[in-house]
Nanobody
Framework: EVQLVESGGGLVQAGGSLRLSCAASGFALEDYVIGWFRQAPGKEREGLSCIQSRSGSTYYTDSVKGRFTMSSDNAKNTVYLQMNSLKPEDTAIYYC??????????????????????????WGQGTQVTVSS
């Protein structure tokens, strides 16, 4: 059974840091792409970053580039999202998601494809991140 479990969310002051974890089971990370998404109240789910651990390819959307870093530990089957310089507008529920890496068509761009939440099969339950001003 495929399962994703996020942890590490919480309350932090603006400028602070948090590290989110996404523990995967039921599949090998190197065969999948993992994406991080967030959803704030009243807003659409937003794609933040993605990683393909086999190749090491990562991508970040502009709003988090330079502040968030994604990494993977294949031995632990866990992906991390290190979030620094947090802002109140980062407040949201954060989700990790997984999809087979071979799903992406060759004609598509890595970033455009994997930041689209519709392309993912499996989702975690989410973890709340609240940044106070």
């Amino acid at each position: 059974e495929v399962q994703l479990v996020e942890s590490g969310g919480g309350l932090v002051q603006a400028g602070g840091s948090l590290r989110l974890s996404c523990a995967a089971s039921g599949f090998a990370l190197e065969d999948y792409v993992i994406g991080w998404f967030r959803q704030a109240p009243g807003k659409e789910r937003e794609g933040l970053s993605c990683i393909q651990s086999r190749s090491g390819s990562t991508y970040y959307t502009d709003s988090v580039k330079g502040r968030f870093t994604m990494s993977s530990d294949n031995a632990k089957n866990t992906v991390y999202l290190q979030m620094n310089s947090l802002k109140p507008e980062d407040t949201a529920i954060y989700y990790c998601a997984a999809a087979p890496r071979r799903r992406r068509p060759l004609y598509s761009s890595f970033s455009t494809w994997w930041l689209n939440n519709l392309h993912y099969d499996y989702w975690g339950q989410g973890t709340q991140v609240t940044v106070s001003s």
